[in-house]
């Protein structure tokens, strides 16, 4: 059972806390930081795959090939991204003073940024606020609800979602943003916990299909930022040994309750849209052409204004990277099966779009792949949000 | 000299008119007849490249094998996509009808539709829209206007262009739609006529090459419609013959002046943006380049907002399938550089994006590869237009 009352602090052998540091102008909680007491420091994270990447995620990059972390910092108020190599150092300069305050190495502390891209930092600021959340630091609901908050940026609420296996090992963790790409400040960051025994290869993998399977399958408005993260951190502190498959099931658990969170919370949104495409050549072709109707601009003021246009979806899916026959193609909508063989079937006002939730189903009849992408509407709300983001 | 008041009639030996034949409900004008009275029929086409083609899309293609055409009927009011055999036989029966009455065979006519997928048309105005359109066929500015006219959907005005040459060849033609893809009822259509004397083997290469450097680098919400076509008749009829590279110039000049049109016309815009990208390892990088700027939902609400916001175009850049190192790229906005070697040079607010026109300009230092794509700013306007769009 899913809490999302709790999150990286659940699992034993984590210690976390969000303060103030005056990153940000408007005096909101901005650095968090999350430690791993161990035994294990295992680790293992997924970047973006924009070709433009920020200081603080070649940095992390970096220190990861080791496989191990004892810390993570992140900051809000500030991406670091486009800063040449000041912003590099100081990304640098930022886990030598988590490692001096901790005492281990620069090495074993991963640095995750959010906010506006091309500004330096206030470094003055995030070294004192390093220092103050040090202090801070410590376990339980408080903690590990400071530690989600002070990662926010257009967020109107923290997400969080902890699960314990019945072995008694847990995993959990936070997320900020709206997806992979996100709109406004745009950066997804996430860091999820466990206190399970994992053997170390096993934890670069999981964690890899569980993005793959999640993150990566909400899809807001198209493409990567520059600083998208998600960071698995394991201390062993349960002392019980995860089997591999409930390992999985658990981080990709937790990792989907985290995207749907994010999917409530992007903004401007009115409808969460699930596309799902069956009977294509295979998996990837079928996330192709739902990924295709996610970012098309013609579906998505349709499901803004609850119109089941179904010949813009079919649209859509003839502009996708997927092989299939037109007329064989089928379209339902939230149940109503508006398109069969590729022409009119049930009346389009049969489906009914009135409600939060669209379930749009598409079948290419061209074989036995199957894919889901997670997005939302476009809104007049998402042109105010993000037009109005003052640079 | 582009002569925006003269359209397909303006090179000798065509005919054209527009009639509303009462397939719309508002009894507007909604069928375009054009027709070639040689001594050429030569004629090219270039057709959607999405999977899901409407059946007057198959037609066309099919005809145009022989690379002959004596005749173009265009309905607005239906596009005639997603309708199965039925719809393809609509199709058909109006060309077969086109050919009785000019006294033609079938296979000597191309039919564009353009207006809402996945309904049948009403064949009985259709096919009396024939007759009215042939009794009203003629030369001269109105009813170049009236051709032009009949096609429009939300379109709020006609677009045509005229080019004469010194050696006494036209080139004329219309166009409807945003672009390649265009928002709302979508359908690009352009029908260009020349009375020049050119070899058949040039009319193929000429208009695909000229498509190319146009309506595919106008691009308003990405991706192609279902019944996109642009046709190109000659007729010969000025007995002069055209050089390859004049009739390829003149033909293009024709064509980026529609594009023009289309941009400046588009559902909701209130910028004008081009987007220019250097440096490229090649010139297909750089247009993908330019495109993912110009597809961005982030880019366009900034354009929007009139917010020279470089993070997002770099963001946008760095997701394009195109190769670069992120520490050599440069932004400049119209006119100031507030990116050089990927980091803050001039300030954002020495980027003036108060007028209607936005350049943006990207140099990736990675080759010789130049492209350029046209787009719009993503604005409430263009929300509300294609969501109050009813089904």
């Not at 400071?146 to 995993?171: E, N, P, R, S, Y």
């Not at 934890?203 to 890899?208: C, G, N, P, Q, S």
Request: glycine share 10%; with cysteine.
């Amino acid at each position: 059972m899913i809490d999302r009352d709790q999150g990286v602090t659940a699992p034993q052998g984590f210690r976390a806390a969000g303060v103030a540091a005056g990153i940000k102008p408007n005096g909101k909680p901005d650095l968090t930081l999350v430690v791993n007491d161990g035994p294990s420091a295992a680790a293992a994270g997924v970047f973006t795959r924009n070709q433009v990447k920020a200081a603080p995620v070649l940095w992390s990059q970096q220190v990861l090939t080791t496989g191990s972390l004892r810390a993570v910092v992140l900051n809000s108020g500030g991406a670091n991204a486009c800063t040449g190599p000041a912003g590099f150092q100081d990304t640098h300069a930022t886990a030598e003073k988590v490692a001096d305050v901790l005492g281990i190495g620069a090495i074993d502390v991963a640095v995750c940024s959010t906010g506006l891209i091309g500004e330096r930092l206030p470094m003055n600021a995030v070294l004192a606020g390093v220092d103050l959340a040090v202090k801070e630091l410590g376990r339980g609901a408080e903690a590990s609800l400071a530690a989600a908050t002070a990662v926010i940026t257009t967020d109107t609420v923290a997400k969080q979602a902890a699960l314990t296996h019945a072995d008694g090992w847990t995993v959990g963790g936070f997320a900020k943003g709206a997806g992979m790409c996100a709109p406004n400040m745009a950066t997804m960051l996430s860091v999820i916990t466990t206190d399970a025994v994992v053997a170390r290869s096993t934890v670069d993998e999981t964690l890899r299909a569980a993005v793959e399977s999640t993150f990566n399958r909400l899809d807001v408005d198209g493409g990567t930022s520059t600083n998208d993260t998600v960071l698995l951190l394991v201390s062993g502190a349960a002392g019980v040994e995860a089997g591999p498959e409930d390992f999985a099931a658990a981080v990709t658990a937790v990792c989907a309750d985290l995207v749907a969170q994010l999917q409530a919370d992007a903004e401007g949104v009115t409808k969460h849209v699930t596309v799902t495409v069956r009977g294509a050549a295979t998996a990837a072709e079928a996330v192709a052409a739902a990924r295709a109707v996610a970012q098309d601009n013609l579906c998505k003021t349709a499901f803004f204004a609850g119109d089941p246009n179904w010949g813009r979806i079919a649209m859509a899916v003839g502009n996708a990277p997927t092989e299939f026959d037109q007329h064989k193609l089928d379209i339902t909508v939230n149940g109503a099966a508006v398109c069969r063989a590729g022409a009119r079937a049930a009346h389009r006002s049969e489906a009914d779009l009135s409600g939060r939730d669209i379930l749009v189903e598409i079948d290419l009849h061209a074989g036995e792949g199957v894919g889901t992408i997670l997005t939302t509407d476009l809104s007049h709300g998402y042109v105010e949000e993000n037009s109005a983001y003052s640079s």
